[in-house]
């Protein structure tokens, strides 16, 4: 029985521990990003964003050259959380294809079927 796309892909960016740990993650540093200058004034020398972005890292820095390729050195800040928010989502994908991949059970090889 072959599973809908929509169900799959949920379930592989969504529906798993390793996604489900490293989505938490993210949030969590982007929430205490989002926080933190609430209660700290150092006025603009924070680098508490740094954090997201190296969490999702391989691929925001494909985000981030477009963004520069896009809007030059000063990209925009709603594309720069996007790009975190993107990148975040598709490693998820990959951990939770990842995850199925290992969790799947092994087919053995009969030696007798060509």
Known sequence: MKRAPKRTLWRLMFANP??????????LAVGVA?????FVDHGMESLIWVWPALLTFPTFALV????DALFGADSATWYLLTGV???????????GAIW????????RLDPTRG
Request: net charge positive.
């Open 100 to 107: 199925n991949a290992l969790r799947r059970p092994r087919r």
């Open 64 to 67: 981030a050259a477009a963004g």
């Open 85 to 95: 928010v993107v990148a975040a989502l598709i490693q998820s994908l990959a951990l």
């Open 18 to 27: 390793a996604s489900a740990v490293y989505l938490g993650v993210v949030g």
């Open 34 to 38: 989002t926080i933190q200058p609430l």
